[in-house]
């Protein structure tokens, strides 16, 4: 599983990383919401937009800075889960095995890691790694 990750990051590396990223992260984050929040929920709403198929220009701009901000961020070897929360993944080695560093828009740093089956939900803090 170790060759399925071009990129296997230190916390320090990772750390790094995310200063870069950081901007292009908010611009996901941002307009994957604005995106959502033109989305139709309603029937009425697919019959005003001509049954959704043509998206409005403003969409057109957001899928755009979605499209970018995830370039930029892939590009760096880091793995996006949940393009909404700026949910992120940094493959990592410890004790010979593949994890995760995770990071969520709006924490301060990378503080926690999981296992891959394990998701978001088994997040353990670093300092009990």
Known sequence: M?????ILFTVEHAQRVLARIRPSVGDMVRASQGLQLLAPTTPG???????????????LVLM???QRSLVAIRSEGVLVKDMARGLLDFPSL???RVV?????HGEREIGF???PESGFG???PLTDS
């Open 113 to 115: 890691w999981h296992a």
């Open 64 to 66: 755009d800075r979605l």
């Open 122 to 124: 088994g997040r353990q």
């Open 2 to 6: 170790i060759e399925s990750y071009p």
């Open 45 to 59: 709403d697919l019959l005003a937009r001509n049954g959704g198929s043509r998206p409005s220009p403003e969409a």
């Open 100 to 104: 995760f560093l995770c990071w969520m």
């Open 94 to 96: 410890q004790d010979g």
